[in-house]
T-cell receptor
Framework: NAGVMQNPRHLVRRRGQEARLRCSPMKGHSHVYWYRQLPEEGLKFMVYLQKENIIDESGMPKERFSAEFPKEGPSILRIQQVVRGDSAAYFC?????????????FGPGTRLTVT | AQSVTQLDSHVSVSEGALVLLRCNYSSSVPPYLFWYVQYPNQGLQLLLKYLSGSTLVKGINGFEAEFKKSETSFHLTKPSAHMSDAAEYFCVVSESDTGRRALTFGSGTRLQVQP
């Protein structure tokens, strides 16, 4: 059973370009979470999605950031018009449907560098 | 609202020595508590979790943690450190009875193990 998959693992974008990060959850998992890790810091929650629904986006920046989890295919975190401050590691996690407290399984992350 | 404080950003121990990583939390509702480990350039792996019941929780790789409600602490211990334990460790809290699934991470403790 493959774990959570993220691609690309490394992404370099120039300021003003768009970044698209992909996450495929573990088989049987219908809940996806995105977290951002700035250098020397812990992870910060961004958004929680179920298929075709955004459940909690309280950690998402108000502008330039969006996320989706379509009925078919991976979850996408999209950052428009990237700036240097967006450089970070972005982690996706997934969990089973059910009660809270279930383990979130993390992917290897996408390291975004904005030049 | 909830928060996590990891009291030491770096801990260095000798191989075979006791490992103690300290964590205090703040939560307005009964918490779920977790410890995750992150190896260099990898995703995060769950070490152990406390949801309810016994306050002493045993995890993988010989780690354990004790939930102390009166001290709002969830310190991680291992009796004898191994070189392979060198990694970043994150104490994590989530809300137990609100349905909110976002994880709140501490800033991390980097564990070094000296030969």
């Amino acid at each position: 059973n493959a774990g959570v998959m993220q691609n690309p693992r490394h992404l370099v974008r120039r300021r003003g370009q768009e970044a698209r990060l992909r996450c495929s959850p573990m088989k049987g998992h219908s809940h996806v979470y995105w977290y951002r890790q700035l250098p020397e810091e812990g992870l910060k929650f961004m958004v929680y999605l179920q298929k075709e629904n955004i459940i909690d986006e309280s950690g998402m920046p108000k502008e330039r950031f969006s996320a989706e989890f379509p009925k078919e295919g991976p979850s996408i975190l999209r950052i428009q018009q990237v700036v240097r401050g967006d450089s970070a590691a972005y982690f996706c996690a997934s969990s089973r449907p059910g009660v809270s407290g279930d383990e979130q399984y993390f992917g290897p992350g996408t390291r975004l560098t904005v030049t | 609202a909830q928060s996590v404080t990891q009291l030491d950003s770096h801990v260095s121990v000798s191989e075979g020595a006791l490992v103690l990583l300290r964590c205090n939390y703040s939560s307005s509702v009964p918490p779920y508590l977790f410890w995750y480990v992150q190896y260099p350039n990898q995703g995060l792996q769950l070490l152990l979790k406390y949801l309810s019941g016994s306050t002493l929780v045993k995890g993988i790789n010989g780690f354990e943690a004790e939930f102390k409600k009166s001290e709002t602490s969830f310190h991680l211990t291992k009796p004898s450190a191994h070189m392979s334990d060198a990694a970043e460790y994150f104490c994590v809290v989530s809300e137990s009875d609100t349905g909110r699934r976002a994880l709140t991470f501490g800033s991390g403790t980097r564990l070094q193990v000296q030969p």
